[in-house]
C-alpha cells in the first residue's frame, strides 16, 4: 500500500534526552504504560529483553493482560487475530535486535491484508544507534516497506503524541501495522506526563465519503446492467459494512462473489451468494466473472490470486471499484468507475438509489453454471477426505466458529467447505501466505472472544512452524482446537509438482511427530483419527472439551485443492475433478 509518511522526529523546540530536564515525575516507561490504557488496551502479546526492560517494569504494576509468547512471531501472528475479531489494534512487544526481526513477517503480513496493529520494538540507547551495538537493528529502516507508518522516538514528552497518532494511523482509513521504536534511555528518562485529546496529523485525511456525482453514475451503471455482479473483498468487513451489503443486494437482486478474505461478509448459504472466486475459486463464480457486464468490487484490491491473466480478467464487464485506498484504483486492473471512499458509506450512499434489477435470467444461468461444475470431491469407503473433516467440523459446530487456518491445501478446503455466515469469522493469511499463522492466530481470536468456539484449522508442516505455542495455550487453558490435516506433505507444493513438474516431488515430502505425544507433552490433549467414523466422534470430543485439543486427522497424501486455475491461464480456464 502507498501511504504517505509523516515525520517521526521530536516536535521542534522538545529537549533532548541529554538535555536539563523539567521537574520529573514519570519514566517514559510509565507514560508509555498509561498510553496504552487510555487506549483502551487490555490485551498485549509479546517478549521480554533487556532494550524492554524499562517497559516490562512498568507493566507489571498495570492491569493490561500480557499474552507471554514462546517466539516474536507467535506474538505478532496472535495480536492479528486479536485485531482480526474485534477489529481494534493488536497489540505487540518486542526487544530490539533479534526480537524485533522476528516480528517482520507478521508485519508483513499485516500490511498485506490490512489488519490494524501497533507495534512497539525496543531500541539501543540514542547514543549508541548506529554503532552496531549489541542488539541493535535498524528497525525502522528493515519494516519501512511493509508499515503504514514508522516512528523512532528520541524524547520521551513525545510518547504520548505518537502513541496516539500511532493508534489513529493504524486503525483509520485503510487499516495496517505501525511501529513504534523506543530506545532504552528514552523508557528511562523522566518527564511529566501530558496526554494529547485531539489527533492531527498534516498530510493524512484519508476520504471516508464518497462524491456524490460518482455514487450516482455507479446507480446508473447498475440500472443499465443486465449481468451485474458484486465482488467483495476484506474491506467491507475491515469498515463494517456487512450489514449495508445485505441490504444493497437483497434490495437489487445483484449475485454475489468473494475473495478469500472477504468471506463472512456476506451469508455463504444466502442464495444470491455464488461462491469464492479466483484460483482456488468456483467455477460458477469464477465463470461469472467472465461473463458479467458489470463487475462492481467492493473492498477488494484485484490481486493476482483472483484475477489470472489480466489480459483475459472479465472481459465483457464495465468495471466499478469502490474502495478507501486510493492507491488501488487503476493498480492492476484498469477501472470505468473509481469510488473512493469507506465501503459503509459508500454502500449507504448508494443504499436510497438501490431498486430491483431484472437478474433472473442471469441466475439461472449462473445456477447452471453451479450445478454442471459443482463443488465435489470423491469420497472412498473407510478413507479419510480432508473435504470431509472440513464438513464435519462445520456441521458439528453449525456453521458458527471462528475459524482460523495455516497456508496450504487445508486452507483452500477450508475456505471452500466451511460454509460462513458473519463477518469476523474467518482468519487466515491472505497476501502474504504465512505458514504458522494460523495457530497464533487462533490464540489472539480466542482472547478476543473468550465465549466463541475457535478453530485452527492447521496442515502438518505448517503447524510445526509454530508448534512451541502450545506452551501458550496449555499455560493460560486457552481453549483453542487445532484440526491438522495430516497428508505428510508440504501439501500445495507437491500439488503443483504432481500437475506441472511430472511428481518430482523434490523437498516436498516432510516427516512429523507424533503430534499426539507432543500435544500430551506440553499438557494438551491429543487425538488421532484415520477414518470418517473415527473422525466424527473426534471432532465430537474435541468440542465437548473444556480445554484446547490437538486432533489429528490422517489424510490421503495425493489429494488436490479442486478447482484450480493453472499459472498464467485466465480464470475461464479452470481444471477440476469434471476432468477426470
Known sequence: MNTQKVDVMPEAGSASPDAEQPRKSMTGAQVLVECLKREGVEVMFGYPGGAVLPIYDALFDSNIRHILTRHEQGAIHAAEGYARVTGRPGVVLATSGPGATNLVTGIADAHMDSTPLVVFTGQV????????????????????????????????????????????????????????????????????????????????NPTYDPNPAQVARVMEAIRQSRRPLLYIGGGVIHSGASEELRKFVHRTGIPVVSTLMGLGAFPSDDPLFVGMLGMHGTFAANRAVMECDLLIAVGARFDDRVTGKLERFSPKSKKVHIDIDPAEIGKNVAVDLPLVGDVKRALQAMLPEAEPVDTREWLAQIRRWDAQWPLSYKKEPGVLKPQQVIEMICEATAGDAVITTEVGQHQMWAALFYKFRRPRQWITSGGLGTMGYGFPAAMGAQLAAPDQRVICIAGDASFQMNIQELQTVAEHRLPVKVAIINNGYLGMVRQWQQLFYDRRYAESRISAPDFVRVAEAFGVRGIRAQTPEEAREAIREMLADPGPVVVDFVVPEEENVFPMVPPGAGTDEMIGRWDD
Open 125 to 204: 540507547p540514542t547514543d549508541m544507534i548506529g554503532t552496531d551495538a549489541f542488539q541493535e537493528a535498524d528497525i525502522l529502516g528493515i519494516t519501512m516497506p511493509i508499515t503504514k507508518h514508522s516512528y523512532q522516538v528520541r524524547d520521551a514528552r513525545d510518547i504520548p503524541r505518537v502513541v496516539r497518532e500511532a493508534f489513529h494511523i493504524a486503525s483509520t482509513g485503510r487499516p495496517g501495522p505501525v511501529l513504534v521504536d523506543v530506545p532504552k534511555n528514552v523508557s528511562n528518562q523522566m518527564v511529566e506526563f501530558e496526554w494529547p485529546e485531539e489527533v492531527s496529523i498534516r498530510g493524512y
